[in-house]
């Protein structure tokens, strides 16, 4: 770990103006971000006394190798250009969200041409309403209830373009839970306005449709219709119960995001009500990693941030009112930020008194269970998980703590379609964002050893590659001008492993050790497990490291052993699959995947492509005169008896 005091600038150095800080580690890549009102300040206090500082903060500056800074003209600015930078390289050690549950949303994507609705989670898609969130089983019952009043289409894009060709609709359509605008029952205008019904009355016009269903009603029975006034009674029921679900809570007209935060010195528990229409209309929390020795003002300013400016937000998804126990750090730039990405005007407040600050209250209260539980619930997970971390670095006899290990496996079936896989864990979790996979040809697909060597070479020459640029394009630690601060290119690989676990025994650990060894790498522990008797192999010996059954160690490397089998297999199955296609029509020169799909929907069949003239080729979208007479005499050499046809090669099947 790096002294701060190497690395350190001149007091005289660091400006005194706003501005954007960044740290980075030894190999280039940054750790965390920053902003600050005055740099000079701000960053003396990381150096003053390092050993006053938070823990986590503390390992931050011992992490770092240098420091940047980008100064700005206002506070503003430098709120803008931090959340980029956060957004855009993620760093380590800044605000980390771990959201204690998946929360769906309610959708309706009106960005289709029938909008359907559905559950959703995950990131925001472009055209699409939400509503929410809810809890599993509340959402499900809401859109049951919602679908007998407002039939809007439901069914996956497979379902729909089923229903289409075959002229019947879905089980749906049938019981009335479905307009069925895929066999023309409605309209394409008039299923979209059913779907802005439906999100109106979601958005809070419920009254509205009670209302007019009532009158419905009321006319029906005028006229003796009793089954359509028995109908619509049902509907009102149906729209009543989902109305009454959520208690008003505060004014009709109050829409408003409501926090809460339960905290120690390490980490945060943050939850929100969302209300619309005065009502609850979902619940949500966050457990945050708290960083630096920052005040609550500091910490909420951090969350609106992160909280607001996360994905792709939609106008409706940030509030006229934002309510908070205390106000962030520069709320007035805040407020200002925020109201442009929901082009209005935002507020953020500190409840007094009154039903808001009596919800605050009850908001609080979650905040503190969810702590309590989230405690309970790491303290096995974290306890097991250094305890394997910690058992692996004794056995192997490891100077440094494992922070990060890599995987390795080969896949091939009997040397054909040879691929390999690497997966990743850091502190003893899969970051599947990391994992990576490998085409192997050539000498480097003759036996599993071979294999092994190119892949680590491979990974590991790309990361000295990746070094050296950063070398030459990062400058020492000073000032940078914000014209100067371009985006890093992306990189294939993040930084090296502690320890590096191949799936095989001293064949293929030696063949890893020998390639880091070629490329000058030392610091970079290598481990076979062999699947017979799961001995762990390290270079050079002969007698493997025996870990108890029972151990954690063991069990971690098995569980990443098994998921890099199960990535390589993955990946070999789609390649193999994919090479055993063959078809007549690839021994043609110039005639790439797509010129031939083009060339077989024109005349139909590879059949009555052979049977054309070169004219009549030529006539066919994206092939002109030199590659249609290619394609007649690539297919008149063929012989002259029957056409040989596309053929899969694993069923035999022929592929007209």
Request: a neutral charge; charged letters at 25%; one cysteine or more.
């Amino acid at each position: 770990m790096a002294d701060p005091s190497s690395y350190r600038p001149k007091p005289g150095e660091i400006p005194t103006d706003p501005g954007v800080y960044r740290f980075r580690d030894e190999h280039g890549r940054i750790i965390y971000v920053g902003k600050a009102k005055n740099l000079r300040s701000r960053l003396n206090s990381y150096f003053a006394n390092p050993a006053g500082l938070l823990p986590k903060t503390h390992a931050m500056v011992h992490h770092a190798a240098s420091v940047q800074w980008t100064t700005v003209g206002s506070e503003l600015e430098a709120l803008q250009l931090e959340y980029t930078w956060i957004k855009e390289f993620a760093p380590r050690y800044n605000l980390a969200f771990r959201d204690d549950k998946t929360y769906p949303y309610l959708a309706v994507s009106m960005g289709e041409k029938f909008p359907r609705v559905q559950v959703m989670r995950g990131e925001r898609r472009k055209g699409t309403k939400y509503f929410g969130p809810y809890t599993a089983g509340a959402i499900r019952e809401t859109m049951d209830t919602l679908l007998r009043v407002f039939p809007v289409r439901s069914c996956s894009p497979g379902v729909l373009r089923r229903a289409e060709r075959s002229g019947r609709p879905c089980l749906l359509g049938y019981i009335d839970k479905c307009a069925a605008p895929c066999v023309g029952r409605i309209s394409e205008e008039d299923h979209r306005a059913l779907a802005q019904d439906f999100c109106d009355f979601m958005g809070g016009e419920a009254k509205r449709f009670i209302s007019r269903l009532e009158k419905e009603m009321q006319a029906a029975v005028a006229t003796l219709d009793y089954e359509q006034a028995a109908r619509l009674r049902d509907d009102i029921i149906a729209l009543k119960k989902v109305f009454e679900r959520n208690a008003v809570v505060l004014a009709e007209d109050t829409n408003a995001d409501i926090f809460a935060v339960e905290q120690d010195e390490l980490e945060a528990a943050v939850q929100v009500f969302y209300v619309r229409g005065g009502r609850i209309r979902g619940q949500r929390g966050w457990v945050v990693e708290k960083v630096e020795d920052a005040t609550d003002a500091d910490l909420w300013e951090h969350l609106m941030q992160q909280v607001y400016g996360a994905g792709d937000q939609q106008q409706d998804a940030i509030p006229r009112q934002i309510l908070v126990p205390e106000l962030p750090a520069n709320h007035l730039d805040l407020a200002q930020w925020l109201g442009g990405l929901r082009h209005g005007k935002v507020e953020i407040k500190v409840p007094q008194r009154g039903e808001k600050a009596a919800l605050m209250d009850t908001v609080r209260q979650n905040a503190r269970q969810a702590m309590a539980l989230h405690k309970s619930r790491r303290a096995g997970d974290l306890t097991t998980r250094s305890l394997a971390l910690a058992e692996l670095q004794e056995a192997l006899d490891l100077p440094m703590p494992l922070l990060r290990i890599e995987c390795y496996d080969i896949s091939h079936v009997q040397g054909t379609n040879v691929v390999a896989s690497m997966v990743v864990v850091e502190d003893g979790l899969a970051k599947k964002g990391e994992y990576r996979k490998f085409a192997i040809t050539g000498d480097a697909a003759i036996d599993d050893t071979a294999s092994m060597h190119d892949v680590i070479t491979r990974r590991f020459r790309n990361y000295l590659a990746e070094q050296a640029e950063r070398a030459q394009a990062v400058p020492a630690s000073g000032d940078i001008s914000a014209a100067d601060a371009a985006p890093e290119p992306a990189r294939k690989f993040a930084y090296p492993p502690n320890l590096v676990v191949v799936d095989g025994g001293v064949p293929q650990v030696n063949a890893a050790s020998r390639a880091l060894a070629e490329l000058g790498i030392t610091d970079v522990a290598v481990v076979g497990l062999a699947k017979r008797l799961e001995e762990v192999w390290v270079p050079d010996s002969d007698f493997p490291v025996i870990l108890p059954r029972s151990s954690e160690g063991l069990y971690l490397l098995q569980r990443i052993r098994d998921e890099a089998h199960r990535f390589a297999i993955t990946f070999h199955r789609a390649k193999r699959g994919k090479a055993m296609t063959a078809s007549a029509l690839d021994a043609v020169p110039g005639l790439g995947a797509a010129k031939q799909k083009a060339l077989l929907g024109h005349f139909g069949s590879l059949k009555k492509v052979r049977a054309a003239s070169v004219d009549e080729l030529a006539q066919a979208p994206g092939i002109g005169p030199v590659l249609a007479q290619a394609v007649h005499d690539t297919l008149a050499a063929g012989g002259q008896g029957e056409a040989a046809p596309a053929v899969n090669m694993a069923t035999g099947e022929i592929l007209d």
